[in-house]
């Protein structure tokens, strides 16, 4: 199949907090893992990805982790700021008839203050 | 200079209506897409181009018609809208498939009225 669940739909964290994003996939030769963020009105941008012969990936307060095995990914944000308020969506290729990258259903983010 | 640019940002017409939308990429990318965004943030790909040549066509209504004139530009064709096809649709390139970042447009709003 070509799903990709994402948990939660919606995440309230106060400044300073972490926020975990969790998805899970089918497709058991997706081998890229992207999550992009999508502030209010904007497109959506590429902040981080992943491909299959890494475990772990990290970029400043950002991080990418995946368990090939259980077929899950997750972006974990570390001190979070009010401008990481935004829709975050988590994606995978869908290698089937006609490969195509499949996005989650998003996650809400608000970082309070 | 806007790497992928598409024209209009919005678009308020009657239902029945023909609408064009028209995407350009100055990246000198490979693959052109085109994704649906509804109300409830979901996206959803609907077609993607290769150097020209169709590679995906979801289940859309062949009311939808993508036409690309060069591997730089993808044109979206829309006849006898609905109420339905009110969406934000965007357009996006990577270099040259599935496995790579895709760089988004800015995104039209459609709303038929």
């Known amino acids: 199949g070509e799903n990709v669940e994402q948990h939660p739909s919606t995440l309230s964290v106060q400044e300073g907090d972490s926020a975990v994003i969790k998805c899970t996939y089918s497709?058991?030769?997706?081998?890229?893992f992207p999550w992009y963020k999508q502030e209010l009105g904007k497109r959506p941008q590429l902040i981080i990805d992943i491909r299959s012969n890494v475990g772990e990936k990290k970029d400043q307060r950002i991080a990418v982790t995946l368990n090939k095995t259980a077929k899950h990914f997750s972006l974990h944000i570390t001190e979070t700021q009010p401008e990481d308020s935004a829709v975050y969506f988590c994606?995978?290729?869908?290698?089937?008839?006609?490969?195509?990258?499949?996005f989650g259903t998003g996650t809400r983010l608000q970082v309070t203050l | 200079d806007t790497a992928v640019s598409q024209t209009p940002k919005y678009l308020v017409t009657q239902m029945g209506n023909d609408k064009s939308i028209k995407c350009e990429q100055n990246?000198?990318?490979?693959?052109m897409y085109w994704y649906k965004q509804d109300s409830k943030k979901f996206l959803k790909i609907m077609f993607s181009?290769?150097?020209?040549?169709?590679?995906i066509n979801e289940t859309v209504p062949n009311r939808f018609s993508p036409k690309s004139p060069d591997k730089a530009h993808l044109n979206l064709h829309i006849n006898s809208l609905e109420l339905g096809d009110s969406a934000v649709y965007f357009c996006a390139s990577s270099l040259r498939g599935l496995n790579e970042k895709l760089f988004f447009g800015s995104g039209t709003q459609l709303s038929v009225l």
């Open positions: 994606a995978a290729p869908y290698t089937g008839t006609a490969s195509k990258l499949t």
């Open positions: 497709d058991s030769a997706s081998n890229y």
């Open positions: 990246l000198g990318h490979d693959t």
């Open positions: 181009y290769n150097n020209k040549e169709l590679i």
